[in-house]
């Protein structure tokens, strides 16, 4: 009898231990598959480019004022500058446009930053070192640039009450006011003014005729007289000593009164 349910217990035994191993056979678990989507790496913004400055080489100075001088007559007719002035002040402080700070920031007027300015700007060495002056993106903004600093300040006032042709007022004007610490600033731009010719850019404005003329500062030679020294005739005409000396061939600073010295 014992013996019966011995068996029937290992028959009962070895029937769920198959129940348990079809059930394990049937029910596979299969790890979910995930589905990877990839996204494209950001790409940092393009930086903007920035404006390059457009630089215009010029190898002389009659080259200069036929490169600038329609521009000069174009600023004289809006803000009434003489253009002879204009010109004169670009051919003095660019260097005829091979200054090194024209040339890296087309400055051709040598503005310095000064308070509010918030456009582009560089270090230059001039009457201090490493002094901060404008950068323009091309010759023509330096122009316009020039034209707005002088209307825009009081100082220079009384210059737009001259004649609009009155060049040798313009260039003793502006000294007086302070743009330039050179004392032989008038008598340079003066002298180029009239070397140059540069008037006729100002009658042309104006639409009156022209007609060349010997100015005083234009004279071929000079009698030296009596007080007369070779940096006071340089400071008259608008020379350097250095351009006398070569003129006349001379080897040092002594001259005499009654000589004549070549100017031209």
Known sequence: MKLKYVLISVLAIGLLASCKA???????YKKPTVKVVETPEAKP???????????????????YILQYKNISMQEMHVYKIPASITLAQGILESGSGKGALTLKSNNHFGIKCHVGWEGEYTHHDDDEKGECFRVYKDPRTSFEDHSKFLTSRSRYADLFELDPDDYVGWAEGLSKAGYATDRRYPAKLIGLIERFELYKYDKEVLGKSYKKVEYANSKPNHMVAKGDTLYSISRKYGLSVDEIKKINGLRSNDISIGQTLFLK
Do not use: W
């Open 45 to 63: 913004d393009k930086e903007e480019d920035q404006e390059e400055v457009k630089t215009v080489i010029t190898n002389s100075t009659e080259e």
């Open 22 to 28: 079809k059930k394990k056979s049937v029910h596979v």
